[in-house]
């Protein structure tokens, strides 16, 4: 065999050896690519959706693969609806039968917790005003709580201060909670008189805020601020009473007030000091 002849047969034998490597090397290249497209991640497919590949809940739900999964929200708390200010009160006279509780000599500082007394009596509970000062009145510390919070310091002290609306709603739900009670208590702050004679015009007195003595003079007073960064301030003068009757004729309310007795008191007077106490109020209802 020539020599020209061997040299062919070698260069045809190194071109099938080269056609062979690269058709093996195609193979390769195309099963890696299928392990490659089977193991893309969920979020490698939502960064094609997004780019437009697919519709807006595509792209949704296809994040929704790559989130973790997340504890339900917590259920939202509701609360009771305040009462609508009535067009017309539906008698124009009302007088409920709550008796008086007088809150000296003993709670001198005691108006809230006597209050709420009179209005859990007249619900048929026998309880006193003791009782519900030394078991039940939630009481705080000066420069820990705001009076929202708490009674700021002893109602048997004549040089202590009070407390606002939410912390007789919380006394007045715990005394009913340990007596097995069903009674629904609801903190009115914010309503007018009108609403508040309305709930009187059904046969629910109203602890309500006013001043001492039906004073002009109030003065909020800035005592200090909470370990959590909530102001105290007091308004000086405030006192609570139980409203419990009205007279649209005769322009008056009916109040069992805890330093003067069953009393009736102007009706305009005694709605600029409510409003002056930033119309606090609370009623419990019958179940």
């Known amino acids: 065999m020539s020599t020209t002849k061997k040299k062919q047969g070698m260069r045809r034998k190194v071109l099938v050896l080269l056609l062979l490597i690269a058709a093996v090397a195609v193979v390769f290249g195309i099963i890696q690519y299928q392990k490659r497209a089977a ?24 994040m929704a693969e790559t989130m973790p999964e997340t504890e339900p929200a917590t259920e939202a708390v509701t609360t009771l609806t305040l009462p609508a200010e009535p ?28 209050s709420l007394t009179m209005a859990l009596n007249y619900l048929g509970y ?37 407390c606002y609306a939410p912390v007789i709603v919380q006394t007045a739900q715990n005394y009913l909670a340990d007596q097995g009670g069903g009674e629904v208590v609801q903190d009115l702050t914010g309503c007018s008189l009108k609403t508040l004679l309305g709930q009187v015009a059904g046969g629910t007195p109203v602890v309500t805020w006013a001043t001492i003595n039906m004073t002009p003079n109030v003065e909020e007073q800035y005592y200090w601020t909470t370990p959590d960064g909530d102001d105290a301030v007091f308004l000086v003068n405030e ?49």
């Open 39 to 62: 193991s893309e991640t969920p979020a490698a497919e939502v960064s094609q959706l997004a780019a437009g590949e697919a519709s807006e809940s595509q792209v949704v739900a296809a």
């Open 87 to 114: 067009a017309e009160l539906p008698v124009r006279s009302c007088q409920l039968d709550a008796q008086p509780i007088l809150q000296n000599p003993e709670l001198p500082t005691g108006c809230e917790i006597t």
């Open 126 to 162: 026998d309880v006193d005003k003791l009782t519900m000062a030394d078991d039940y009145l939630i009481r705080g510390e000066a420069y820990q709580n705001t009076f929202d919070e708490a009674f700021i310091g002893s109602p048997y002290d004549p040089t202590s201060w009070g």
């Open 239 to 287: 006192h609570c009473l139980l409203l419990c009757g009205y007279d649209l004729d005769a322009n008056t309310v009916t109040v069992c007030d805890p330093l003067e007795g069953k009393i009736d008191y102007d009706m305009d007077v005694f709605e600029n000091r409510f409003e002056l106490i930033h119309r606090q109020a609370v009623a419990i209802y019958p179940q």
